[in-house]
């Protein structure tokens, strides 16, 4: 397998891959590219409601040396069998404009996405309506002048751009691996930073927020200051069981839960549910024998899921992938099972909006019949 690191300021994740060997502890919190034969090892299973529509809300496009994930690839993962009907791309820093101004090299990643989505939007690739939205990264840090730098991305979206990440994920250790956006706590709470979110909000534009589960305060106080922003919460608000929070699984929850539950009161704010694989360190995918059934995937983060759910409801609940992250440790088929097992108690209207209907409404996607 290999290893993608994250360091601040790097323009593109394909110059830091580096081999994992075999007996080597789990580095969590690292992507990793996915092991095809170990994948080949999960136990067969049948598609669970395969009618029921998905809206993959996060899952990212990439060229890196070693390690390509585009189009042809997110296909082949969208044909396992469930109804994903349109997918919302997440930035990773892929595809940056070479040249020009730093604050405008990300318009290039999302002129890349415009560019295959365009290619979906033909047919000849199938049903699925890949890149119906597009989530890119401008500097908020930049105040005002962001303003034109998202002016550029709205240009280059060719009507699909929805806001940005600008992920302020920090730990004072440094095994955890922080955010690339970011080398600092407090990042939301920064006047420059909230001056660039007053353009976004401003330009009617969402605010994807993600933070490590002992900084949720940090994105409460955000989103109080900005009430009538659309702020939405990757990751599940992001869970650590790793390096100085391993084995304090019940600690971590308690207080992961006390902040979403405080950030579940601002109305304006929805959660992603999933995207935990590498940081919640649930199981060791790098050592295990084969990966978990989805039975077994929602033992591990069903906890996660249905708590986001009894706090948000499922009118402010979505499903992402967070592929090909999240596909170190599941298969597509899988995945889409485990997230069905742990809804099986919603109805039918809540499965809706959890599946597709929330992210249709956040993310602005103008789908018919989700």
């Known amino acids: 397998m290999t290893d993608v690191t994250e360091t601040k300021g790097a323009s593109s994740l394909g110059s830091m891959l580096a081999s994992h060997k075999p007996g080597e502890p789990t580095r969590f919190g690292r992507i990793f590219k996915p092991d095809d034969a170990w994948l080949a090892k999960a136990p067969r299973e049948p598609v669970l409601e395969p009618d029921l529509a998905i809206v993959d809300t996060h899952h990212h496009l990439w060229d890196f040396p070693g390690y390509r994930y585009l189009l042809d690839e997110l296909l082949i993962d969208i044909g396992c069998g469930h109804n994903v009907v349109a997918t919302v791309f997440e930035e990773c820093r892929s595809m940056y404009r070479a040249h020009g101004p730093e604050e405008m090299k990300p318009v290039g990643e999302v002129e890349f996405v415009a560019g295959v989505a365009a290619m979906s939007a033909s047919g000849r690739y199938g049903s699925t309506n890949v890149g119906a939205g597009i989530v890119g990264f401008a500097d908020l840090t930049l105040g005002e002048r962001v303003a034109s730098v998202l002016e550029a991305e709205i240009a280059a979206g060719g009507g699909r751009f929805r806001g940005i990440r600008h992920s302020a994920a920090w730990d004072a250790d440094p095994i955890i691996g922080n955010s690339h956006h970011f080398d600092g706590p407090g990042l939301y709470g920064t006047a420059n930073f909230r001056a660039g979110m007053t353009q976004l909000a401003r330009l009617g534009l969402s605010l994807d927020a993600w933070v490590f589960h002992p900084q949720l305060a940090e994105v409460v106080d955000l989103a109080r200051a900005f009430p009538s922003a659309n702020i939405v919460m990757c990751h599940m608000g992001g869970p650590l069981g790793y390096g100085p929070y391993a084995g304090r699984k019940d600690e971590v929850f308690a207080t992961w ?72 440790g599941i298969g597509p088929s899988a995945l889409w099972n485990a997230f069905k097992r742990m809804t099986s108690g919603a109805s039918a209207d809540e499965k809706k909006a959890i599946f597709s209907g929330t992210a249709n409404r956040v993310y602005r996607l103008g789908l018919a019949d989700v």
Not at 276 to 290: C, G
Not at 298 to 318: H, I
Not at 319 to 327: F, G, I, Q, T
């Open 257 to 328: 839960k006390t902040g979403m539950k405080e950030l579940a009161a601002c109305p304006n704010v929805s959660v992603k549910l999933g995207g935990v694989m590498m940081r919640l360190a649930a199981f060791d995918y790098m050592q295990a024998p084969s990966p978990p059934s989805s039975e077994g995937l929602a033992g591990y983060w069903g906890p996660y899921v249905k708590t986001c759910l009894e706090l948000f409801g499922a009118d402010r609940c979505m499903v992402e992938s967070n592929y090909p992250v999240d596909k170190m």
